[in-house]
């Protein structure tokens, strides 16, 4: 099926299955009576329920959705989507109090009925996962603790906002209308069952174990992996999977690129990590028969997703991964494609790959352009970030008719990105892969 196509066909269901309650709700059998400001705040409460719940779907790793769009694009909707319902969820309980000032007689924990409690409670738990979200880093609040606590929240919110709405009963009392919310909670149930159940239980069945782990240049390692008792995985190269060594129970993975080539003989995958934090600090350790899970393979961030005659990577430190596994992948193919890898590095030690992109260089129609932060004194190539000017003076007269692939950091993303733009390349030939998703 044409991908556009499928793109436009999931937004359509998932707006139906936004608006498809509220509206079957409400023009069906109306009480009487109601005043219009208390029909909107009900309305609006539909709505940040059905919004709230659908939230589970797109972050849920379902191929099918994983397929259709790029994994950085689901998380950016996820978080702007996440806030509007915040405030359409706020906006229910705030009409009600304007209709009637009375009924801030609710908010008083003590003595307000149990279905008012659950509202509050509710409307409380999703602020806090929107405060602990947005201002995750500033608040220092490490990314596993901030996992347990965005899921506990969320489960807490659904689960308080489905009761508080049952309970209150309004245009609730048909059986319709029940069976209507009981099959879209049976949907997000369903998801977060697959996520948190059937999907570690699959990695755990098929295991990878460490065959070798090399050390880059660039506080880096390439760790290789090996399937353990089943045929393993195929991937296209440019895509990631999620990794970890403890329970898949636990959900504390990572994600990284594949770095080896999609069309290498074997089963064994490779992946190239940077010391950062918690997890990547410990790669260099890993022995030989250790047990690793993953999950994956993810992402539409490839040269096999999309038509691409020539192409030109642009990379910062460690987003060279997966253009790595593209220019692999190249070789295997004996591909003479014409290909521009930019790559943004502090310094000409630190470059990752360096020596293999040199013998690339050689075998492939590849034109490869070093830009150093911090060169040392006889460095005569490129200086700085990477620019308009740098990629204007490299690329040839056709630019225009390039695909290319952006990799790195969201701040050298976005630079590049505006860097493209001023060279007027049509955003549907620019596709980026962000190292950074929560
Ligand atoms: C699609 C994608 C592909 C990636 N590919 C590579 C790769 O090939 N090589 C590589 O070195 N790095 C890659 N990264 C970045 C890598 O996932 C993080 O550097 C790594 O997870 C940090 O883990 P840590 O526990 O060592 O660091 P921590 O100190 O725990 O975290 C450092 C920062 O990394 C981010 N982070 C941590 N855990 C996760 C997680 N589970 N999911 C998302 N972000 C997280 C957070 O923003 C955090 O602030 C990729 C990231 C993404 C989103």
């Given at each position: ?5 499928l ?26 009576g109601?005043?219009f ?14 919004l ?15 397929k259709?769009f ?5 998380y ?9 319902t ?57 990314y ?31 059986t319709?209308?029940?069976v ?23 990695m755990?069945?098929?295991?990878y174990?460490?065959?070798k ?33 403890e ?17 290498h ?31 994956g ?59 293999e ?16 932060e ?65």
């Amino acid at each position: 099926m044409n991908k556009k196509f499928l793109n436009y066909l999931w937004i359509l269901i998932y707006i139906l299955m936004v608006f498809m309650p509220l509206v079957l709700l409400m023009i069906l059998p109306k009480p009487d009576g109601r005043e219009f400001l208390r029909e909107v705040s009900v309305a609006l409460g539909f709505l940040g329920m059905a919004l709230l719940g659908l939230q589970t779907i797109p972050t849920s790793r379902l191929k099918f959705f994983t397929k259709a769009f790029p994994m950085d694009t689901i998380y950016t909707i996820h978080h702007g989507l996440s806030v509007f319902t915040f405030l359409v969820v706020l906006a229910h309980p705030i009409l009600l109090f304007i209709n009637n000032p009375e009924t801030l007689r609710l908010l008083n924990l003590i003595d307000a009925p149990w279905r008012a409690r659950a509202g509050v409670v509710a409307v409380l738990g999703m602020l806090l996962l929107v405060v602990t979200s947005v201002w995750r880093e500033l608040m220092k609040v490490k990314y596993d603790i901030w996992r347990w606590i965005h899921d506990v929240l969320s489960f807490l919110a659904i689960g308080l906002a489905l009761y508080h709405m049952f309970k209150v009963n309004h245009y609730m009392a048909l059986t319709y209308q029940r069976v209507i919310w009981l099959v879209l909670t049976g949907i997000w149930l369903a998801t977060i069952l697959y996520i948190r159940v059937v999907k570690p239980i699959i990695m755990i069945k098929k295991p990878y174990k460490v065959v070798k782990v090399i050390k880059e240049r660039g506080q880096s390692w390439s760790l290789y992996l090996k399937p353990d008792g089943h045929d393993g995985l195929e991937f296209e190269a440019g895509q990631f999977a999620w990794i970890t060594t403890e329970s898949p129970f636990i959900f504390r993975e990572n994600p990284f690129s594949f770095s080896n080539s999609s069309d290498h003989e074997g089963n064994v995958i490779a992946f190239t990590i940077k010391e950062l934090g918690d997890f990547t600090s410990k790669i260099g350790g890993f022995e030989e028969g250790k047990t690793v899970f993953v999950d994956g393979p993810y992402g539409t961030f490839s040269m096999d997703e999309h038509a691409c005659k020539k192409m030109a990577f642009i990379a910062g430190g460690i987003g060279s991964a997966p253009v790595m596994s593209m220019l692999r992948t190249l070789a295997d193919r004996k591909d003479k494609k014409e290909t521009y890898f930019f790559y943004g590095n502090a310094t000409w030690e630190s470059i990752i790959f360096r020596e293999e992109l040199e013998a690339l260089e050689k075998n492939l129609n590849l034109k490869l352009v070093h830009v150093l932060e911090r060169p040392h004194e006889e460095w005569q190539g490129e200086k700085g970030f990477i620019t308009a000017d740098i990629l204007g003076r490299y690329l040839p007269k056709d630019y225009q008719d390039f695909t290319y692939f952006l990799c790195g950091p969201l701040p050298m993303i976005n630079a590049v990105e505006g860097a493209l733009h001023t060279l007027h390349i049509p955003p549907g030939q620019v596709y980026s892969e962000q190292y950074e998703m929560a």
